[in-house]
């Protein structure tokens, strides 16, 4: 899923669902090195590297501003989780 440019959360009764940040790099960290979750995300299925997610989550960031979207992921909570 992806906001259009200026739109940072999306919000309903029960979820909340924002843009990936800077901060969000331990969550990606940990999840990208699951070989259960690699699996599904990458060609081959192999875990990545903490310099590898930091790497991807740059690129992330950046596209917010080159293409004027974002990615909505990790943002996706609970509001009694918050």
């Known amino acids: 899923m992806t906001l259009a440019h200026g739109t940072d959360r999306l919000e309903s009764a029960r979820l909340v669902l924002r843009r990936i940040a800077p901060d969000d790099l331990p969550f990606f960290t940990h999840i990208h090195a699951l070989p ?47």
Do not use: N
């Open 36 to 82: 259960e979750v690699a699996q599904y995300l990458y060609p081959g299925g192999r875990p990545r590297s903490p310099e590898e997610s930091a790497a991807w989550l740059q690129a992330t960031l950046a596209s917010y501003e080159q293409l004027a979207l974002g990615y909505l992921l990790r943002s996706c909570a609970r509001k009694t989780e918050r």
